[in-house]
């Protein structure tokens, strides 16, 4: 059970981390914070590693490329975050396979 539970809280934190990734690509595309760009990429460069370290320590590149049903991942798929993601995890598993 402990295992299950320490599972799902990094599954939940991975989430979370998504939605902010999602939140600074729409900062990006906000004209009024221009000036800030350069920061904003990289905060989403720093969280974009964090998520990639988590999902393969954790071996959940599978939930991160599908999309998972019914989370964050599945919702943020759909944006351009996950046409980024999916892409970059795809070659990433097939490089390491």
């Known amino acids: 059970m402990a295992e299950t539970y320490r599972k799902s809280k990094i599954e939940h934190y991975l989430d979370r981390l998504l939605v902010r990734k999602q939140a600074l690509i ?3 595309e906000l004209n009024e914070l221009e000036q800030c760009k350069e920061f904003i990429r990289g905060q989403l460069s720093a969280t974009d590693m964090i998520i990639w370290e988590l999902a393969v320590e954790f071996d959940l590149t ?3 490329i599908e999309g ?3 989370n964050v991942s599945e919702r943020c798929a759909k ?6 993601t999916s892409t970059a995890l795809q070659d990433h598993s097939t490089q390491t396979n």
């Open 26 to 28: 729409r900062q990006l």
């Open 62 to 64: 599978d939930q991160l």
């Open 68 to 70: 998972g049903k019914g």
């Open 79 to 84: 944006k351009s975050v996950g046409a980024h």
